[in-house]
């Protein structure tokens, strides 16, 4: 009887779970099976490893082959763990060194010919094998992926034969070297080419200074699009540690591209067909949904009320935890998603409510049952509420040109910065992040501002929820306007938004 082992890993969320996959080669009647809890695609490796022995030229033994995914009662999922059942088999049929396997994590997916291909997770993979002292060994496309780990041998082959020739000596593998990260200029659109829309304008500069929700509200055509797109040039690039963060999210998801670390914050902007598990996460293998693909980023949902209603009901939580929680019958599954919220919607469903002549007859019943499809919690957790109107065409065609967003993007940043140094390297990464308790203690809230929102609130009837996000909306405007203190202009401002609410 021959037993070898080799390490690979099972996803929960970014984390990699470790599993030892066991080949056992006892007497018996030939047969190739595989236990521990396993799902189609791991069943179907037996034959992807059996076509791609026969490529080598080796036959599997005339004994009873016995594959175990230990622990059993983890559910294994994916592709990846074709390459660890075949190495370790290999170790057990003494064609390479069990001893030197034995240092090593392994996952990908093999071709019918022993070629080896990419899969989902190396980055969260090889950052949990150098926790623990392993090696790993990964497809030749993701072994830059896999260098960012940072410690450990990292061996990336193109096929089986490259294994066993590294492992016998006959050609040694060079370690793959982590791409250069480079920080990336903005390239998209530019908010100079946007006219007029100057109150507009206002509004996304402070939201994204702050890091705060946007809902723009208009008719079809006001531009409601256009300055969400460039809303992305506006944001600072991401910290190494928020790059790393986020780039495990897409590499568990399977996005991760030439093993580049992503520097700049991610736009997703979902067709509002799509479904709560698409948006929230889920399906069969509790893949990241668009909120946690959209973490340290934007997540731009246009024509709003269109999407289907307990996927919109759902973002209520990510939306104050910054995190998903995907339940399953026998585990739970959590993904980061801390991502900015920027909406758009008509404010009816023909879109021209107010305006005459091209309203419906319904008008103005339309728009009443057009904005009930949005909960009152959801469009709590709005800080900027914006009324969009269509700029008139003498303006579009006589308007000078606008600011640029690199020159927005420097004003943001510079707000950013006095963030950073409020709240700390260890505390929130922007003021909409920051709790209540910070707020009073930091937030340097002068005593006429204070009246000023406690009237507002009372009359404007904020819930608790509402009061909190002004005080950081004003915290923002004032980081803008370079005030160490938060005065009543910057309160009125950040109330001017928020009682606009009030009128969907």
């Given at each position: 009887m021959s037993l070898a082992r080799i390490a690979t890993f099972a996803f929960a969320g970014i984390n990699a779970v470790p599993v030892e996959v066991q080949v056992q080669l006892a007497p018996g009647l030939p047969a190739f099976l595989l236990v521990g809890l396993a799902d189609k695609a791991v069943g179907e490796s037996r034959e992807r490893v059996r076509a791609a022995l026969t490529g080598l030229g080796?036959?599997?033994?005339?004994?009873?082959?016995?594959?175990?995914?230990?622990?059993?009662?983890?559910?294994?999922?994916?592709?990846?763990?074709?390459?660890?059942?075949?190495?370790?088999?290999?170790?057990?049929?003494?064609?390479?060194p069990r001893e030197e396997l034995a240092g090593f994590a392994a996952l990908g997916e093999l071709s019918l010919d022993g070629a080896i291909l990419p899969v989902a997770g190396v980055l969260p993979a090889a950052l949990g094998a150098s926790q623990r002292g392993l090696g790993l060994i990964c497809p030749a496309a993701q072994g830059g992926e896999a260098a960012w780990a940072g410690r450990g041998e990292v061996l990336?082959?193109?096929d089986l034969p490259a294994i066993l020739n590294h492992f016998r000596g006959v050609q040694v593998m060079s370690p793959p070297e982590p791409p250069?990260?480079?920080?990336?200029?903005?390239?998209?659109?530019?908010?100079?080419?946007?006219?007029?829309?100057?109150?507009?304008?206002?509004?996304?500069?402070?939201?994204?200074?702050?890091?705060?929700?946007?809902?723009?509200?208009?008719?079809?055509?006001?531009?409601?699009?256009?300055?969400?797109?460039?809303?992305?040039?506006?944001?600072?690039?991401?910290?190494?540690?928020?790059?790393?963060?986020l780039s495990m999210v897409h590499s568990v998801a399977g996005l991760l591209r030439d093993g580049r670390l992503l520097t700049r914050p991610p736009f997703r902007?979902?067709?509002?067909?799509?479904?709560?598990?698409?948006?929230?996460?889920?399906?069969?293998?509790?893949?990241?949904?668009?909120?946690?693909?959209?973490?340290?980023?934007?997540?731009?949902?246009?024509?709003?009320?269109?999407?289907?209603?307990?996927?919109?009901?759902?973002?209520?939580?990510?939306?104050?935890?910054?995190?998903?929680?995907?339940?399953?019958?026998?585990?739970?599954?959590?993904?980061?998603?801390?991502?900015?919220?920027?909406?758009?919607?008509?404010p009816c469903r023909c879109g021209h409510l107010g305006e005459a002549g091209r309203e419906c007859s319904r008008a103005p019943r339309c728009g009443e049952e057009y904005a009930e499809r949005l909960s009152g919690p959801l469009l709590d957790r709005m800080d900027i509420t914006l009324q969009v109107q269509a700029v008139p065409p003498a303006e579009l065609s006589r308007a000078p040109a606008g600011e640029t967003t690199e020159r927005i993007a420097a004003r943001v940043q510079a707000a950013r910065d006095v963030q950073r140094a409020r709240w700390g390297e260890d505390g929130p990464r922007h003021n909409a992040a920051a709790d209540g308790a910070l707020l009073e203690e930091r937030g340097a809230l002068l005593p006429e501002a204070r009246q000023l929102l406690e009237q507002a609130a009372e009359r404007l009837g904020l819930s608790a929820r509402g009061f909190i996000r002004s005080i950081r909306l004003a915290r923002t405007i004032a980081d803008l306007a370079g005030s160490a203190a938060i005065q009543r202009a910057h309160v009125a401002e950040a109330l001017a938004y928020r009682g606009r609410r009030r009128a969907i």
């Open positions: 080796l036959a599997l033994p005339p004994k009873r082959v016995l594959v175990n995914l230990a622990p059993a009662d983890l559910a294994k999922e994916g592709s990846h763990y074709d390459l660890p059942i075949a190495l370790a088999l290999l170790a057990a049929m003494e064609v390479l990336a082959p193109p250069r990260l480079e920080r990336e200029a903005w390239r998209g659109p530019c908010l100079s080419e946007v006219k007029g829309q100057e109150s507009a304008k206002r509004a996304l500069e402070i939201a994204a200074a702050g890091g705060h929700n946007l809902l723009m509200i208009g008719p079809p055509g006001a531009g409601k699009s256009m300055l969400a797109a460039r809303l992305p040039g506006l944001l600072p690039d991401l910290t190494p540690g928020e790059a790393l963060e902007e979902p067709h509002h067909s799509a479904s709560q598990a698409a948006l929230i996460g889920g399906g069969a293998r509790a893949k990241p949904g668009e909120i946690s693909l959209a973490h340290h980023g934007v997540l731009f949902l246009d024509e709003w009320p269109e999407f289907p209603r307990p996927a919109l009901e759902a973002l209520r939580q990510p939306m104050e935890t910054g995190r998903a929680v995907i339940a399953r019958a026998n585990a739970h599954v959590e993904y980061p998603a801390r991502f900015q919220c920027i909406a758009a919607m008509n």
